[in-house]
């Protein structure tokens, strides 16, 4: 256990130093990156041992797994962020633990979402996934960019749903600087129209430079932080 605890204050070092970097190199201040672990795959024990290194925001991507994570780990002040698809009839049940959701990408999942935060007698945190992907591309993920106002419309009309801003995954085959250069324009535009959706949640192990240089105020990252996942998605 020690050793892993060793591993991952190494893997965590070295992953804070990418981002100040990044953020310096880009005139940014390195406090404005929120780092969420992608924990998906790693047992909670793990989850433990990042809140003991001071990681205070973590990140899955599946439903069952991380309601079983977030149940194990309840006695720790962590901010569970939902990364992944979500099916409408999963999504009252994922604000049980999330208390952001990432992953929003249709007006389909705004009612059962405000449910949900009902139900918790607190607000969610609700970022809108925009597609970086080109239209009409096999298991696109993410609204299309000229989707997003209607859907944050849904969003800040739900009333127990804050609207913070958006994510985005680099689409694989691009080089990822190009994309969240693309990014960049969206969220710009999408901050126009809505001043309080501030928050650009980009960049994974590979790219996280790229996504801090593009304006990226949360980074995503799990092989990075916790190693190769035990099984690939
Ligand atoms: C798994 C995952 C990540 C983390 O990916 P790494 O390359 O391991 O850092 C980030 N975002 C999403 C949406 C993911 O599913």
Request: net charge negative.
């Amino acid at each position: 256990m020690s050793a892993r605890r060793d591993e991952l204050a190494a893997n965590q070092d070295a992953v804070r130093r990418r981002i100040d970097a990044a953020a310096s190199g880009a005139g940014r201040d390195p406090a404005d990156v929120t780092l969420v672990a992608v924990t998906k795959f790693f047992p909670a024990s793990d989850v433990r041992l990042l809140a003991e290194l001071g990681v205070t925001d973590v990140g899955e991507n599946r439903h069952q797994e991380a309601q079983a994570k977030a149940a194990d780990c309840a006695d720790l002040d962590l901010r569970w962020h939902f990364i992944g698809g979500l099916q409408s009839n999963k999504a009252a049940a994922v604000t049980s633990y999330a208390r952001v959701v990432e992953s929003v990408d249709r007006a389909k999942l705004v009612a059962p979402l405000n449910r949900g935060a009902h139900e918790q007698a607190g607000p969610v945190d609700v970022l809108v996934q925009v597609s970086l992907d080109p239209p009409g591309r096999e298991g696109r993920q993410g609204a299309d960019p000229a989707d997003l106002d209607v859907l944050a419309a849904a969003v800040d009309e739900a009333g127990m749903l804050r609207l913070r801003g958006l994510m985005a995954v680099a689409p694989l085959g691009e080089d990822p600087a190009a994309a969240y250069a693309r990014l960049a324009g969206i969220r710009r535009e999408f901050v126009g129209t809505h001043p309080d959706a501030t928050w650009l949640s980009a960049g994974m192990s590979g790219d996280l430079e790229a996504a801090v240089a593009a304006g990226a105020t949360h980074v995503r990252l799990g092989t990075a932080v916790l190693g190769p996942r035990p099984r690939n998605l």
